[in-house]
């Protein structure tokens, strides 16, 4: 199935994506303090792009999390239905959950388009903060496709059980 082939090729980036983000984030604050402690020579960037790393791994493993179907969740009434009603809240779940991220997508682009966030740039390192703030859609259309994967993978778990 496309979707299917479709997540699980997101996934593979977005596993790449972290490890580069872990490793500038574990690199900039060992730099960070290394200069700041032991040369006197502290580094301004280190803990802004320590932030700016951390903004991104929590939209990349929050899709991740998505994926993996480990994200938390209350589980009060499912946990107490069997069978198709069972399988049915967790398809509108899913359901909603694809709404969510579209709509948060969308919004999101709207709201990197605006004036305000093209002339932000960070203290530090001067970057435009529009490539933290591309996290945000990032993330949350990463999520979409997951979710959408995960919602058809339910309905299709819901007719073999209709047969």
């Known amino acids: ?19 580069i983000l872990l490793i500038a984030m574990f690199s900039s604050l060992t730099a960070g303090v290394i200069f700041r402690y032991y040369l006197d020579q502290p ?11 951390l903004v991104w791994l929590t939209f990349i493993g929050g899709s991740m999390s998505i994926k993996r ?18 399988k049915a809240i967790i398809s509108l779940g899913f359901a909603v959950l694809v709404m969510f991220a ?14 305000n966030i093209a002339i932000q740039k960070s203290s530090s390192m001067q ?3 529009r490539y933290v703030y591309i996290s945000v859609p990032t993330g949350l259309f990463f999520m979409f496709i997951h979710s959408l994967h995960l919602f058809i993978q339910s309905l299709k778990s819901a007719e073999e059980t209709l047969e």
């Open 43 to 53: 580094l301004m960037w280190s803990d802004e792009l320590a932030i700016f790393s």
């Open 102 to 115: 579209l709509y948060f997508v969308v919004i999101s682009f709207q709201w990197l388009s605006s004036e």
């Open 1 to 19: 199935m496309w979707i299917e082939k479709l997540s699980n090729l997101v996934y593979k980036i977005e596993k790449v994506i972290v490890m």
């Open 69 to 86: 179907q480990q994200s938390a969740a209350v589980t009060l009434l499912t946990d107490k239905l069997k069978g198709n009603w069972r």
């Open 127 to 129: 970057l435009p903060m």
